[in-house]
């Protein structure tokens, strides 16, 4: 089943423990992005991926990190997360820019 | 200005109701156009591409017009089951691949 994949679902942690958030596309899609989406603001991108080693920044990229080693994986990396970073999380994946966006579960972020 | 304006409803309307959201954006270079439906904070699941000769699915039409920088949605006959967040999508090349959402319009079906 063509999917995208995010893990975990939930997580709660504490201001400044580093933590990953991992994201897989089994499409062979080059283009992967991540997003936020909070009340009131909607969803704005955080980081994209264009190909493998080539990633860019977003609206909102500041305390975070990306890296796209394989084609298929593009983990969102926040080094010392803050409380201003809690929100839902989405990864999704789409072949062009001319193609639509597949999306992931989603992961719902709690940073104490 | 945003970059993309939804209004953002609520629209509350009756079961076999026709209702139209609208949608504009202000980067003329943008390539490709979409709606999303979201269901209370779950991914968003794409609806329709939007193409400037108009396209339709069912009870769904979807309309872009890229003189006045604006897309359309039109759901004829709503059923309780439409109720959601409609989300216009918009993406561009120029200056990367970005992907701008608008706040989306919340549509409530009544019985």
């Known amino acids: 089943e063509a999917q995208v994949t995010q893990n975990p679902r939930y997580l709660i942690t504490v201001t400044g423990k580093k933590l990953t958030v991992t994201c897989s596309q089994n499409?062979?899609?080059?283009?992967m992005s991540w997003y936020r989406q909070d009340p009131g603001l909607g969803l704005r991108q955080i980081y994209y991926?264009?190909?493998?080693?080539?990633?860019d920044k977003g609206d909102v990229p500041e305390g975070y990190k990306v890296s796209r080693k394989e084609k298929r994986n593009f983990p969102l990396i926040l080094e010392s997360p803050s409380p201003n970073q809690t929100s839902l999380y989405f990864c999704?994946?789409?072949?062009?820019?001319?193609?639509?966006?597949?999306f992931g579960n989603g992961t719902r972020l709690t940073v104490t | 200005r945003k970059e993309v304006e939804q209004d953002p409803g609520p629209f509350n309307v009756p079961e076999g109701a026709t209702v139209a959201f609208n949608c504009t954006y202000s980067?003329?270079?943008?390539?490709?156009f979409f709606w999303y439906r979201q269901d209370c904070r779950k991914e968003p699941k794409l609806l329709m591409s939007?193409?400037?000769s108009g396209n339709e699915d069912g009870r769904f039409t979807a309309q872009l017009n890229r003189a006045s920088q604006y897309i359309s949605l039109l759901i004829r006959d709503s059923k309780l089951s439409d109720s959601a967040t409609y989300l216009c999508?918009?993406?561009?090349?120029?200056?990367?691949?970005?992907?701008?959402f608008g706040a989306g319009t919340r549509l409530f079906v009544k019985a």
């Open positions: 999704a994946s789409s072949l062009d820019l001319n193609s639509p966006l597949h």
């Open positions: 499409m062979n899609h080059e283009y």
């Open positions: 991926s264009m190909n493998v080693e080539v990633t």
């Open positions: 980067n003329s270079a943008s390539q490709s």
């Open positions: 939007v193409y400037s």
């Open positions: 999508v918009v993406m561009t090349g120029t200056g990367g691949f970005k992907t701008i």
